[in-house]
């Protein structure tokens, strides 16, 4: 689990790898502020599968308006 509450998921074999290849990509994946990373499943042998929550808009510092 990463600090920010996210759940890595490495498997058994190749762990070394596996995560130096997520760990390398991670700024890049997070650097969508629209989104939080809630799981990422390294156990794929050429990627890995990510799954999203979005972050509330006070969150982000944006706000809805509507037209008046």
Avoid: C, H, K
Avoid at 4 to 19: K, Q, T, Y
Wanted: aromatic share 6%; hydrophobic share 40%.
């Amino acid at each position: 689990v990463l600090s920010d509450g996210a759940e890595v998921i490495v498997g058994r074999s190749d762990a070394r790898p596996r995560l130096s290849r997520f760990a390398r990509l991670l700024p890049q994946l997070t650097a969508q502020p629209r989104q939080l990373l809630r799981r990422a499943d390294l156990r794929y042998t050429n990627g890995f599968a990510l799954q999203w929550m979005d972050v509330p808009a006070a969150a982000t510092g944006t706000t809805s308006q509507g037209n008046t």
